[in-house]
């Protein structure tokens, strides 16, 4: 929709003549802003999806045979098939216009959040590795040995509601930061390249757990599944609103991990030498920091946010006992969620939320409209692709670059400019 | 190339002498690493040592010179594989001590010794078929060695590849399409290659032209990919399959006289074409980056920029082409899974080899050959597993898939090090 109207609206307000008026620069802000770039890309993103939805929709094929006879019906069909699948995606994700009342339409953006919640956990994580320039692969690890570790607390002790919690919390974020922190040493120590070890390390955490659910300490007394023990009730993160409603404890954690982070990266000490490392590790080894230290305090905290993330899989969403499949791809997806975010905690959050959305949604688009989840991936991966290139999205959409000198208002100049 | 000055990351000083000025860094890396190993070698081979005969069958059935099966009584072996691994340590350290360089050889010969002691520990009455251990291990590391071929290219030109995954997927995805509608594999083959090198483009465009960090367009990529290969497979293929997704696969080719050689003959020479081009490519890249006008460029443009640009290479373009080039080797690869070992494609069918491809091309040092290596090793570990669970190994299976992963990471920690990319690898170009 807005694809249709922005390359109308510049020539609109370059027609206004003489006035380099307060309106022009607020426009010229608003083109050339992050915001626009930001907003741009998720349209542009989701017309791929549309193209990708009609052209694979049943119906759509079937009316194209006689596009020419009646094209309306081909269109209509189109129609259909995309807002049928959008919708279902805004449904499941934001608002449920078919439920009475404010209090039933809300449940899907809670679940949103909830799927949010170790997202932005494990995003923060890997954005922390980013700043110092480490590429964290690992979170599947990470998560794994945390809600090992947590989940072992959770489900073997007997503590009394709250410290029984919070022991467990303690428990697996440290699991993860260990994890995180081994690739850190191993690093700072021997050099070795922290994108190999955290991938074989993803494997080695894989298999440990996997032994574990089968025959270690995780494993289910008298059940030969290979799944753990339910986590007790008095470990469990509470509900915020109410048993209805997918959303707990976890996701106030995760806003103040957001906090922590954000802190930690701006204002504190460490964060500051974090970020000279991340720019130029040899200019801050000139200026008297450690980088090998930084290397591992920084995996150290990275891996601690990721196990937040795991922690939060077994003491929130998956409750009733794990299996070696509990990160659920979310260190993956971490990855996304930090590049969407431009590796600032704040940044991080809104792209979680944003990434939640599409995967409570994609499930109800499945299940309404047949359409498959992985459409989200390749959304959720152009979305990222766009605001990573926003030359790219300015040329689509036609708008000024930030730099670029202000064109004087010719009529017609747009048209010979564009046509060279 | 080692030349350089330090950019990425600068030499450590790993232990200061003050001898002359061409010293040679006394590191007790190797001898610290290769001890741990002789230590856990003695602890298994010899503590836990299992009693019984070990079998290692050296020929198929179907091979024209028959040799006899290899018996070897376990314990006995165990105690003199320890004595040599041990052995290796002392020379390692003597060495070290009288300032030489360890040689690779030595590091080499200690590796595939401590494997036959443990193949022989694991199959103590029992019996191991080694050439289908090798075959199979072959067949697991083609579409990783096809991938870290991509990679050592597109990262010897200063791209960082981290799109291998989905250019493997992207290649699996289209040869198996275009091969069941054409029924033709070869091409399939070409059109993995197209997918490979679509990839590629998209890599190009967004890091050489919009500046887009390099590694973020690769992560990109992979879920891209991931997610429309996923999605094409559920909406189109799936409900098509007996037309879109039943690829011929390509024939095995008996090279005559060398397929009859024992051992290696039934290993690498009844293999499929796509491994026979594989071979090709591995020694092309090889001889293509170090000794030809070509890979000179290519490194240059890799190492320093601007320097290939004041003399006149065309730093965009170089970079533009071989990271094309990079995603058709690597998509190369993608179609060894659909055309050459599973057959009809599946969602994800690639399941990590990318990553372990990159992690083939550090380990490897960015060197086509060590890649190369790094790659079958990855191959057989995950096979040695496959092999060992067939005559019932004695270990938990979990540690068996473990133990390619954990040796990794103590090779690339201690013999490996830090190892260092082309110097402008990952940076953009930007002419000024």
Known sequence: ?420 | MSTIAPVNQPTQPVEPDDGPATTVIKSWKVPVVLGVFTVLGILLLIVFGRSGTSTMALSTSSDLIQLPDVLLPTRETGVVISILLAALTAVSAWMVQTRRKVPVWLIALFGVLLLIGFLVWASADARIPVPGLLFGSLSLAVPLIFGALGGVISERVGVVNVAIEGQLLAGAFTSAVVASVTQQPLLGLLAAMIAGMLVSFVLAAFSIKYFVDQVIVGVVLNVLVTGLTGFLFSQVLAPNAALLNQPPKFERINIPLLSEIPIIGPVFFRQTLIVYIMYIAVAAVYVGIFHTKWGLRLRSVGEHPQAADTVGINVTGTRFWNVSLAGAVAGLGGAYFTLGSVGAFGKEMTAGAGFIALAAVIFGRWDPIRATLAALLFGFASNLQNVLSIIGSPVPSEFMLMLPYLVTIFAVAGLVGQSRGPAASGKPYRKS
């Open chain 1, 1 to 420: 929709m807005s694809a249709a109207q922005q390359p109308g609206t510049t020539p609109a307000s370059a027609a206004e003549p003489t006035e380099p008026s307060r309106w022009h620069n607020v426009f010229r802000e608003i083109t050339t802003g992050n915001a626009i770039i930001s907003v741009l890309a998720v349209v542009l993103a989701l017309l791929v999806g549309a193209v990708m939805i009609a052209f694979t929709s049943q119906t759509v094929q079937e009316t194209a045979g006689y596009f020419f006879s009646r094209p309306g019906d081909m269109l209509s069909a189109v129609w259909d098939a995309v807002s049928g699948a959008y919708s279902a995606l805004f449904q499941g994700s934001v608002y449920n216009f078919r439920r009475p009342g404010f209090a039933d339409g809300i449940k899907p953006f809670t679940q949103t959040l909830g799927y949010a919640t170790p997202l932005i956990a494990a995003g923060l994580g890997v954005a922390l590795g980013f700043r110092v320039g480490l590429f964290n692969i690992g979170g599947r690890g990470q998560m794994l040995i945390a809600a090992t570790l947590g989940g072992w607390v959770a489900f073997a002790l007997e503590l009394p509601a709250g410290i029984h919690m919070i022991a467990a919390l303690v428990a697996g974020v440290l699991g993860g930061a260990l994890w995180g922190g081994l690739v850190g040493l191993l690093k700072a120590r021997t050099g070795a390249h922290e994108v190999i070890t955290t991938i074989m390390l993803n494997y080695v955490a894989f298999y440990l757990v996997s032994y574990l659910l089968r025959d270690g300490f995780l494993k289910t007394p008298g059940s030969n599944n290979p799944k753990s023990p339910a986590s007790k009730e008095t470990a469990v993160f509470f509900d915020l609103l109410g048993p209805n409603y997918g959303l707990h404890f976890g996701f106030i954690l995760v806003i103040a991990a957001t906090v922590f982070t954000w802190w930690l990266l701006s204002r504190s000490n460490l964060g500051f030498k974090f970020r000279a490392v991340g720019e130029n590790p040899n200019a801050a080894r000139v200026a008297g920091i450690s980088v090998q230290r930084m290397y591992v305090y920084a995996m150290l905290l990275s891996g601690g946010l990721v196990g937040l993330a795991g922690i939060n899989q077994v003491l929130g969403t998956t409750t009733s006992g794990f299996g070696a499949g509990i990160d659920s791809g979310i260190g993956f997806d971490a990855i996304t969620v930090a590049l969407l975010g431009r590796s600032k905690p704040w940044g991080v959050f809104a792209a979680g939320i944003l990434f939640g959305a599409f995967k409570a949604g994609s499930f109800s688009m499945q299940a309404a409209e047949g359409v498959p989840i992985d459409i989200v991936l390749v959304v959720q991966s152009l979305i990222v692709l766009f605001i990573a290139a926003p030359p790219l999205v300015r040329a689509i959409f036609r708008l000024p670059a930030p730099g670029a000198p202000r064109r004087r208002p010719v009529p017609n100049v747009t048209q010979e400019v564009t046509a060279k």
